[in-house]
């Protein structure tokens, strides 16, 4: 496995693999019969209730990274290789990760289930539909769509503002033609006219709301808290209000259950949830960290982007509402994104340099002093790329030595859980360690206390502008009683401030926070820091003009 | 079972069955386990592809119906019993039907599963969701949509003329609003301005694709075919054009695979697809009636609204593009909606009046008459509901005998299988003798002569008038060679004219095809008459508002 001669694609890598029946990945995971929902042969649901009483002990790992490319770090690739070295070691390890989205998968990023020989399984049907969790969500976010227009168009007795409908519809596709829209258009008998949009489901904040709800009434409840406007005197409606929660939690019955897969190497991997990094917090779902914790000693899982995002989202939002501490934390850094933040133009990341991987260290020495003020010791974990040359590489493992931090080379992408087995036992010894876990604030202080506290400690910036906009939108949160809920920040992943070019690690920087909206059914205040894309577009060449079926069912041109 | 002394609900008698384990249920079928794909412990897929190489010999029985009311008349619930009742005769049978859009399940409507102990189940599940296929359709049929906005906005070198793309979006929802939009608003970064709109996703042709392709390759060229719109100058642009047929193929690829279920008692169902009666043509997929045909000995399907649209397109469509010949077929009439057609208000339908249920039998007579044309003998199933006298049923009976038609009581909403031995046992009668089936048309007719013969021998009517449109369509459609596709006539389902008011067995009147749409993916000509509707509304109090899930996840308020 580990001597490939040609580089094989990922699809042709996932598809020469051997799958375990689903059946008995749940149960060499301890998952009894009655509670696996089988969906075909190697994908199911679990039903959770059914799964034995048992404290949820697991320790988890959180991986994350440096502020990454475009093209992504390969942080889903080293938490697959990680949990398979986990594996390979007898620790009896479960995989948590974010279900991928159509929109990109028929764009341009490609799916989202690890690369190489880290990769969880069946890649086709997980980056595609995989359970209709996704399916679901878009289904229940427009169907309180279709109940809004349906109520002002049947007279409005809640007086709704069709001017303050900040409820958008979803796809999940992308599509910019439809982010500025007119609805309601052609008489009477058609609604009424209002200016719309959509944004890509995993931008829902009932994908959001999936992702931190913690019971069937814990989802209703937040369901029914939804805010989807305002009315003419601008008081919040909130889905409740249109008595749409029981119908809403009906439609995501099914879609809360956590998905159980294999990786490559037959480590158990819950799939489930995927909300958006940037206006999200960028987690799997709460339900699949927490029955991973129930089933297994470790459990390895990410979140989107940076650790100045990702990670930070993960221990203020995720880990508090999960009622869990992170017990290791590791970084992955790439020779190519170190060089970016060295200064080297896209163009040229292909080019051995390794005096640039040197200068893009700061941006990675910032993220390592993030981790540690939450009161982790990072394991630095480079996930080698076959370009790399050991140069590079050496510079990166010599500056950490230096610098008293942990970092081994992972070789997942190539070698699977055996190019990860270094890492793995690095991870291990921090999981030996004391956990001094702490949150940066708490979620009683002012909400721009909360934000200085992110911009301060984790971007390592001066202070925090809030425009006009901002401020008066802070005051009526207040008024409504919203303040109390911690912070989402919806900045860019490419740099610690708020404007995407600044790469590396930028000094005396202010944060500007143009808006603030709040996501109350989610549980947390959105500070809109830049332009935010909550929709996206196709290229030029879309990657679904290369894909194809031939008549035996085969699927080509998937990434 | 059959003595109930509370009514249930649809819902709680559904609840209330045992269901088998499917594995069960597919073995009894004679489903090899590697043909089987489970969808949790009750719903499975099968991959036609490893099911052993039979011929496809299984007798076909096709429920129609009389012209109905706004409720229904309960076709899938007559499906349902009458399938019981052939297994209680130790046929070996198989139920074939339609899948349920969210929209009506959301709206007014309610499921589709039948009803009373006449039921597939499980019930809650078949209606939302189910295992995916429309939410396939719907992602499939916008990401065309993307494709053409995504071509046009990158320099449009195809020449599409924004203000003639036919393709529309969808989804699965009643959403009044989105029927008339314009996109791509907000300056150059968001697309190209044009005016759009969104159907359900059942009225998408790929849904009528999906029911008629009888392979992958099939399927995969049809979407090809489909004209999504016309260049500046009046050329028709495919979906092939774009590209696009491969990517549509890869996400239609689980889609396409036949769903199995089972109804209350046991019989095996495969449940597939679901395109809309009016502008398409109404039936469950070829896949899954011939599938059903290579497994059982009879296979009880159905088609629908009344036999003047549903029947008529089973016959000339269906029935041709899946080469088989319907062997009997089974018209159900019920007490209200005779009563209805002899003039009876919709407020008094409920009270006794056999005279007007003898008024509204010309209605009936006029389907016997259709379906008499096709070379077939028909048997009348008298639907009985509780609130119908022994009288109301006699007028029928009565009048069938003298009439020499074979007419029964079918007792399967209150009793299942057993209130449907007598409708079982004239059915078998019927399936002993030779088939004599023969359809009113053949493709290479001319259009207008096409639609002529289905006014005057299935309407009953005088003559077709084509609008000034309508005839200039019809000489691009002979222009572009498509006029050798059969006819999908889209009329309302109230009337044998097309006025919706003009019910019971009108004369002497003329149809008005006002549009002809060429679904060259489908492969048949829609000839639209009067208004269509292709996104319902939702009522003032949709069902949705009563829906609801408890703690333990039951749900509630589903009817």
Known sequence: MTNIQTPLTDLEIARKADMRPIQEVAAAADIPAEALEPYGKYKAKINVSKLPQKTQTGKVVLVTAISPTPAGEGKSTVTVGLADALSRLKKKTMVALREPSLGPVMGMKGGATGGGYSQVLPMEEINLHFNGDIHAITAANNTLSALI??????GNLLQIDPRRITWKRVLDLNDRALRHITVGLGGPAHGVPREDGFDITVASEIMAILCLATSLSDLKERLGRIVIGYTYDKKPVTAHDLEAEGALAVLLKEAFKPNLVQTIEGTPALIHGGPFANIAHGCNSIMATNTARQLADIVVTEAGFGADLGAEKFMHIKARQGKFSPD????????????????????????????????????????????????????????????????????????????????????????????????????????????????????????????????????????????????????AIEQNGWDTLPICMAKTQYSFTDEPGRIGRPQEFTITVREIIPKIGAGFLVCLTGEMMTMPGLPKQPAAMNMDLDDSGHISGLM
Chains 1, 2 share one sequence.
């Open 149 to 154: 227009d349906n109520h002002i168009h049947h």
């Open 328 to 475: 290791a934390v590791v970084i992955v850094a790439t020779v190519r994104a170190l060089k970016m933040h060295g200064g080297v133009p896209k163009q040229q990341l292909k080019a051995e340099n390794a005096e640039a991987v040197r200068a893009g260290l700061p941006n990675l020495e910032k993220h390592i002093d993030t981790i540690r003020r939450f009161g982790l010791e990072p394991v630095i974990a480079v996930n080698r790329f076959t370009s790399d040359t050991p140069e590079e590489i050496n510079e990166i493992l010599n500056w950490c030595r230096l610098h008293q931090t942990e970092a081994v080379v992972a070789d997942v992408w190539e070698k699977g859980g055996q190019g990860g087995l270094e890492l793995a036992e690095a991870v291990c010894r921090q999981l030996n360690q004391p956990n001094h876990f702490a949150p940066l604030y708490s979620p009683g202080e002012k909400v721009a206390d909360k934000v200085q506290t992110i911009v301060k400690e984790v971007y390592g910036g001066e202070d925090v502008h809030f425009t006009d906009k901002a401020q008066k939108q802070l005051a």
